[in-house]
T-cell receptor, first 111, second 113 residues
Framework: QQQVKQSPQSLIVQKGGISIINCAYENTAFDYFPWYQQFPGKGPALLIAIRPDVSEKKEGRFTISFNKSAKQFSLHIMDSQPGDSATYFCAASNNNNDMRFGAGTRLTVKP | DAGVIQSPRHEVTEMGQEVTLRCKPISGHNSLFWYRQTMMRGLELLIYFNNNVPIDDSGMPEDRFSAKMPNASFSTLKIQPSEPRDSAVYFC???????????FGQGTRLTVV
C-alpha cells in the first residue's frame, strides 16, 4: 500500500511562479523526510530533506514545510525555472532505513 | 567514487526467461535498496538490506522475484520466469544505516516481450 501519498500527479507552472507539491504520511515511525529530483533517464537525486524537529527548511529557491501533527509536508519551489522541469518524489524513512516514496509529480515550467 | 553502479543499463528479454540485474553500491555504504519504477505506481520499494541482511522484502511482488547480497559490494535481483508486466525501470540505491541520503544508480530498463 502507498505509505506516502503525493499530489498533484502533474503540475504546470509559468517561469517565475511558485511550484507546490504536497505529501502526507501515516506511519509515525518515519523521522526523515527527503525530496528527490529525477531527470529523464537518470536516477533520483536528493534535493533537500527535513527532520521532524523543525517546521521549515530552506535551501536557495527550495523550501520544505513540515506539519508533524497533520503528518503532512510540502515542497515549495520559488521563482520556478525551466531547468526545474523534472519529476519530484517525496519520501519518508525510519531509523532502520525503510524509505518509502510517493508516486511522484511531473513538473513542467513553461518559459 | 563512481557512485552506485547498475548493470545492464537496458535488458530486453522474452517472456519466461530468467533476468538478473546487478548492483554495486558505494563503497562504505551498509544499506542497499532495490526499487521498481513504473508510470502507474511510481517508485516501489521491493527489498532492502542492512549490513548484507534482508530487512524487509514485503515489496517483492511474487515468488518469481528474489534478491541476494552475498557481500557488501554486490547485490542481484533475479526474476524467474519473467513476464511482460515486469517491464519497468529497476533502481538500486545505497546509503548508510541511520536515515541518511540514499544514492541511486542509473537504473536498468527492463523490457519483457
Amino acid at each position: 500500500q502507498q505509505q506516502v501519498k503525493q499530489s498533484p500527479q502533474s503540475l504546470i507552472v509559468q517561469k517565475g511562479g511558485i511550484s507546490i507539491i504536497n505529501c502526507a504520511y501515516e506511519n509515525t515511525a518515519f523521522d526523515y523526510f527527503p525530496w528527490y529530483q529525477q531527470f529523464p533517464g537518470k536516477g533520483p537525486a536528493l534535493l533537500i530533506a527535513i527532520r521532524p524537529d523543525v517546521s521549515e527548511k530552506k535551501e536557495g529557491r527550495f523550501t520544505i514545510s513540515f506539519n508533524k501533527s497533520a503528518k503532512q509536508f510540502s515542497l515549495h519551489i520559488m521563482d520556478s525555472q525551466p531547468g526545474d522541469s523534472a519529476t519530484y518524489f517525496c519520501a519518508a524513512s525510519n531509523n532502520n532505513n525503510d524509505m518509502r516514496f510517493g508516486a511522484g509529480t511531473r513538473l513542467t515550467v513553461k518559459p | 567514487d563512481a557512485g552506485v553502479i547498475q548493470s545492464p543499463r537496458h535488458e530486453v528479454t522474452e517472456m519466461g526467461q530468467e533476468v538478473t540485474l546487478r548492483c554495486k553500491p558505494i563503497s562504505g555504504h551498509n544499506s542497499l535498496f532495490w526499487y521498481r519504477q513504473t508510470m502507474m505506481r511510481g517508485l516501489e520499494l521491493l527489498i532492502y538490506f542492512n549490513n548484507n541482511v534482508p530487512i524487509d522484502d514485503s515489496g517483492m511482488p511474487e515468488d518469481r522475484f528474489s534478491a541476494k547480497m552475498p557481500n557488501a559490494s554486490f547485490s542481484t535481483l533475479k526474476i524467474q520466469p519473467s513476464e511482460p508486466r515486469d517491464s519497468a525501470v529497476y533502481f538500486c540505491a545505497s546509503s548508510l544505516v541511520g536515515n541518511t541520503e540514499a544514492f541511486f544508480g542509473q537504473g536498468t530498463r527492463l523490457t519483457v516481450v
